[in-house]
Structure formats: C-alpha cells, structure tokens
T-cell receptor, first 113, second 116 residues
Framework: AQSVTQPDIHITVSEGASLELRCNYSYGATPYLFWYVQSPGQGLQLLLKYFSGDTLVQGIKGFEAEFKRSQSSFNLRKPSVHWSDAAEYFCAVGAGTGNQFYFGTGTSLTVIP | DTEVTQTPKHLVMGMTNKKSLKCEQHMGHRAMYWYKQKAKKPPELMFVYSYEKLSINESVPSRFSPECPNSSLLNLHLHALQPEDSALYLC???????????????FGPGTRLLVL
C-alpha cells in the first residue's frame, strides 16, 4: 500500500539557517512525488515535483528536493530560510486510480529571528 | 495560469441549513477534487470527478453532495451538517493525460466552514 511518512512534526530554525525536511514513501512502482506548502488558513501551493529524470529537482522560492530511490526518500532543502517560509509543509505521492494523492502528516516550520 | 478559485472564503451555518461551496478552474483540467482538512492535519480526499463523472467517493456521509455541472465548475452541497464537519474544504484540479498519480493537483484557497 502507498504511504508517506514525514518523521518531523515540527521544526524550528533560525532565519538564514539551512533547512531539510524529511519525507519517506512506500510505493511499489515508480513514484510521482510532490512537496506542497500551506500558510495558515490558505490552500496548498506546489513547491516542486519529481516524475523522472534528474533526481535533484528545483522548485519555487529557492527550494530543492532530492529523490533517492535506495532510501525511498524525497527530502526538501533550502540553503537559507526566510521568515516568510514559516508554514506547514506536506509531502505527497501520486499513485493509484483516479490520480489519488497520498499525503504525509505534514511538518510545521517555525522560523525564529 | 494555475488558479483554482473557491467561494465563499468563509461560511457559518447551522445544523439545519442548506448551503453550497463552489469551485472553478479555467485551466482545461478534466479532474476535480474535494478535500476536507482539519487543523494541523493533511487534506483528506472526499470526492474525485473525472470528465465530469464521479469516479471516487471516499465513503463520505450523504449530507455532503457533490456536483460537477461542467468541466470548469465543481460544487459541494451541504445539508444537515454536524459541528464535527467544521473544517477547511479544499478544491483541486488536474489534467488526466498521464497515468495514475502523474498529474499535478492545483489547489484553491479553500472555504473555512463553521457548523454551529
């Protein structure tokens, strides 16, 4: 069965520090992987996605993610965090019939000055 | 343009009311979705429409009734809701050209629903 795990419920980083959010997936075939960000009370905004090809994908707002098949991981990174990056981050895998998404439980990011 | 719009932004309703949520997209997407999201939780899939036909219903109570009048519009009709139905209701849309899971879903800003 498909599943997505985000081990870190909450992360706090200082502004300007680097960031890595972890995502592990379980899926039998080639996964289609996504990272979304959600600011309080807002919808989900797509940060980046991986379908195939280069395992390091670039997204919006200076984010990147690396797909590692051997580790079943798709971790999100940013070299220097800005206060405006404080939000909830969701990893998702697209799979199954009807184009269903399976979301991780999310990681809440706090940025301190 | 990757915009999905939702109205209203906020909705307060009593348990005996009937109301509707509206979602619209003009990206030519042929799949549309309703999700329910509680605070600090991931979105939970409720319904999927593919080519204006209901393709997935995740065992949602009948007090929620979806409707897809055309390829750009998706409604969610609400009737006799319970306080526990209070949540953020998100609409999303995607293409259907690829295989399972291949298509990016684009989300609207959501409707914040409070049931009293």
């Amino acid at each position: 069965a498909q599943s997505v795990t985000q081990p870190d419920i909450h992360i706090t980083v200082s502004e300007g520090a680097s960031l890595e959010l972890r995502c592990n997936y379980s899926y039998g075939a080639t996964p289609y992987l996504f990272w979304y960000v959600q600011s309080p009370g807002q919808g989900l905004q797509l940060l980046l996605k991986y379908f195939s090809g280069d395992t390091l994908v670039q997204g919006i707002k200076g984010f990147e993610a690396e797909f590692k098949r051997s580790q079943s991981s798709f971790n999100l990174r940013k070299p220097s965090v800005h206060w405006s990056d404080a939000a909830e981050y969701f990893c998702a895998v697209g799979a199954g019939t009807g184009n269903q998404f399976y979301f991780g439980t999310g990681t809440s990011l706090t940025v301190i000055p | 343009d990757t915009e999905v719009t939702q109205t209203p932004k906020h909705l307060v309703m009593g348990m005996t009311n009937k109301k509707s949520l509206k979602c619209e997209q003009h990206m030519g997407h042929r799949a549309m979705y309703w999700y329910k999201q509680k605070a600090k939780k991931p979105p939970e899939l409720m319904f999927v429409y593919s080519y204006e036909k209901l393709s997935i219903n995740e065992s949602v109570p009948s007090r929620f009734s979806p409707e897809c009048p055309n390829s750009s519009l998706l409604n969610l009709h609400l009737h006799a809701l319970q306080p526990e139905d209070s949540a953020l209701y998100l609409c999303a849309s995607s293409h259907l050209a690829g295989g399972p899971g291949q298509e990016t879903q684009y989300f609207g800003p959501g409707t914040r629903l409070l049931v009293l």
